[in-house]
């Protein structure tokens, strides 16, 4: 019976256990070398002066007290020396820190080695610690199960980065123009379907290849723009999927509406942009002006698609600004192949199209204001930087002339559709760019020609400069 009652005493036995906190960023505490869960206090040293070994007078009350003394004098190192089963022992090198979730005056156990990994004290029966310990490896599978990945927000360096990694500081390489889909009444309160906004897409790019652009496809996809409705176009799109067998209706629409709670009616316009890029890159290209120079030496002109490119360039004058760049041999480059040379960007602004209205006219910039532009960089003496089109990535280091900036790489080239691919050879179905001469639209703003303002179709408030006196127009 005596023999009972001291079993019984050694199973209620209340010890001072370690609790794992955090585990550490290789999961070592599950090895033998790290503390575990359940294993029992044998000896805590802090510092230099203090050491106290089990059994702890009044548990983990007691030790939280002494660590609160020590943290408070500063004396923050400690050494942890455990017990497992009879005869395993191991140590902890850690700091004392405070344990924030626990509440005021509770500390923990940071590691010194592995700042992850913390552990802290609790009071456990020693039966209960050498179950603990005992079942270690089922304990191991369930924090398996349960340990979740982290994510979080880290800062980046931004401005730093778009400087030093773009080839046009703050500018993207990456072209697209935005669809609207047509409206089919004068109203504009209905709109032709998606599948007739993506082949009016599919149809510029092609145009645009068979005119000379020299462009190569990279993705499509819809885009959904909210607008706000109302009249008809709110009766005949709000609600369009009343049920789920309804949903049909809106795979190939355009434009489908809903009432939000207040009551308004919105309006989800499905537009579609058209990812596309030239085929051997963009080329910087640096026009340096002299004093004697009266004018650049070449005319620009715009595509029916909206891209601006160099229609002609003046020949049989090496000292011509678009001559000491390498402006002409690229243009007659780009003549030889069957090309036009198009102009992606001025002064590092890009200069090419970019949406389609509803009413299906093309957005692009005035070749009124570029010429304009372009004159005042001659008066002023202002260098001019172009980006213009290659059509083969060998050109840009054949290329003459100086650059201020870095050749921007094209983005890895998915492949074409079979409609869409365009062989290097025209065919009878390509449209051959025109010689200097038979061009009807070039630009100039030289001194002492007859000029005549015409209606350009950039917009209601652009114009267009035509000469019919003189066979070239120059800028």
């Known amino acids: ?180 889909p047509k409206s089919s009444d004068r109203a504009a309160s209905r709109y032709n379907d998606l599948e007739d906004t993506l082949a009016r897409a599919n149809a510029w790019l092609t145009a645009s290849q068979s005119s000379g652009v020299p462009v190569v496809f990279m993705n499509i996809h819809t885009e959904s723009l909210l607008t706000k409705i109302s009249g008809e176009t709110a009766s005949s799109t709000v609600n369009i999927a009343g049920s789920l067998s309804d949903l049909a209706n809106m795979s190939n629409a355009s434009l489908y509406g809903f009432e939000d709670y207040h009551g308004v009616d919105i309006g989800v316009v499905r537009a579609v942009r058209l990812w596309y890029a030239p085929l ?92 304009q532009k372009l004159s005042l960089h001659r008066h002023a003496k202002v260098p001019i930087l172009i980006h213009v089109f290659l059509w083969d990535q060998a050109l840009a280091s054949n290329s003459r002339g100086s650059t201020s900036s870095r050749a921007i790489a094209t983005p890895p080239v998915m492949p074409l559709p079979p409609e869409i691919q365009l062989s290097r050879q025209p065919n009878e179905n390509q449209v051959m760019p025109l010689p200097p001469e038979a061009s009807d639209d070039n630009i100039s703003l030289s001194d002492g020609l007859d000029l005549r303002l015409d209606r350009d179709t950039a917009g209601d408030a652009s114009f267009r400069f035509h000469d019919f006196s003189l066979p070239n127009n120059w800028v």
């Open 280 to 371: 051997g890159g963009e080329f910087p290209l640096e026009i340096k002006i002299k004093e004697s120079d009266t004018k650049l030496g070449f005319a620009i002109s715009r595509t029916e698609e909206g891209f601006i490119y160099i229609s002609s360039v003046i020949d049989g004058d090496d000292n011509a600004p678009s001559t000491r760049s390498g402006l002409n041999d690229l243009y007659k480059e780009a003549l030889a192949a069957s090309k036009w040379l198009v102009i992606s960007r001025v002064s590092n602004q890009k200069v090419l199209p970019w949406m389609v209205s509803s009413s299906g006219a093309i957005r692009c910039f005035d070749t009124v204001s570029l010429s």
């Open 1 to 180: 019976m005596t023999m009972d009652r001291r079993q019984a005493s050694e199973r209620v036995t209340v010890v001072l256990s370690i609790e794992c906190l955090k585990g550490s960023s290789k999961a070592d505490e599950w090895t033998g070398d790290m503390l575990q869960t359940g294993d029992i206090v044998e000896e805590l040293k802090i510092g230099s002066s203090v050491s106290v070994r089990s059994p702890f007078k009044n548990g983990k009350t007691g030790i939280q007290r002494l660590l609160h003394s020590s943290f408070k004098s500063k004396d923050t190192s400690i050494q942890v020396r455990v017990r497992r089963g009879d005869d395993e022992f191991a140590e902890l090198q850690a700091c004392i820190v405070p344990n924030e979730s626990a509440g005021r005056k509770q500390y923990m156990l940071r590691a010194i080695d592995d700042p992850n990994y913390a552990v802290g004290f609790c009071d456990r029966t020693e039966s209960d610690c050498f179950a603990l310990q005992a079942s270690r490896n089922s304990r191991m599978v369930s924090a398996l199960t349960r340990t979740q990945l982290q994510d979080g927000y880290v800062a980046y360096p931004w401005r730093r980065k778009m400087q030093e990694f773009l080839s046009v500081p703050n500018s993207s390489c990456f072209l697209s123009v935005l669809f609207f």
